[in-house]
Structure formats: C-alpha cells, structure tokens
C-alpha cells in the first residue's frame, strides 16, 4: 500500500514545481500567467520573446517527469515508476500552489514518456516536430505527439501501463481543447504568436 502512494507523492510533487514561473519571474519578466494564454509552460514562456528562458522551461517541466521516473524507479522498483511520471503530468498541470492551474503538460509527458520506455519519447517527439513543423503551430506537434505517444504504448509496454499512458495522453489532448476549436476556426496563432 505504502509503494503507490510514495509514487503518486513523488510525482506530485515534482510535478507542481512551476518553472517556467519561477523563470520568467526570475528573469523579471512579470507573472507568465498575465500573458498570451496564461499557462507556466515553454509556449507560453515563448511569447515572451525569450528563447533561452523558453528553452530552459521545456528542457526542465521533461525532466520533472524523467526524474519522477527515475527517483519512484530507484526508491520502489520499476513496477510503481510510471505512476510517478503520470501523477507528475498530472501535477504540472494543475499545480497545488498555484490554485491547480499549471500548465497543459505535454513538456513533462515527454519527458516521462522518455523515461518509461526511451523509443516512446523518440516517437513522441518526432511526431512533435513533424506536426509543428507542417502546421507552424505548436499545438498540432503537441496533439501529434501525444497521439503517437499512446499508440506506441501499446506496442511497447505491458498493457496496464499502456492504458494508464493512453489515459494520460486523452487528458493532455483534453487540455488542448480551445486549441482544437481554434484550429478548425482556422484562428490558432502560429508558434511564437498570440495565445
């Protein structure tokens, strides 16, 4: 009882640790959430105009999912380090200390799909930079990328953690969804604009 509860706390916490606010505030650029669409992630770091704040956000909301993983693997065995990665996307996006609005997670499911099983975040992100390659918006990649994500899950991993992965990337998509209305619009703004 003790081992998933560790993992899901794990997790969380790493989790809601909130990056690209600390970043940008540090950085003094004000509060991210009172710009474009208000998220803590790199996009939205992005519009700051700041490449490298906006890269050190990516690099760092991954790697909370990746040392999710990797601390709930090595404490508790790689049966419960999963669930640590996925409480973690969880975690990013609705942040305790932030009122539970964080992020829409796709940095940190990266990262924590690369820890689970490493050809699942070269799938992932792949289909990230082929999306947002052909589309010039950063929310195809994203879509692109959890989409493929989940169908290389159940390729790759036991059937349980595929379908927790799938549940995740359902999540993560759902996250998108004003993106989604804005794409069929044909009004989403291209990366590095808007919101």
Known sequence: MMQPLLALLIGLALGSIPFGLVLTKAAGLGDIRGIGSGNIGATNVLRTGNKPLAFATLVLDAGKGAAAVGIAGWLLGPVWAPMAGLAAVISHMHPVWLGFKGGKGVATALGTFWAIAW??????????????????????????????????????LPQAVACALLAVTLYVGWRHKTNIERLLAGTEPRIGQGK
């Open 119 to 156: 050809p699942i975040g070269v799938v992932a992100c792949l289909a990230w930079l082929a999306g947002a390659a052909l589309s010039r918006r950063s929310s195809v990649g994203s879509l692109c990328s959890q989409a493929a994500a989940a169908v290389a899950g159940f390729v790759l």
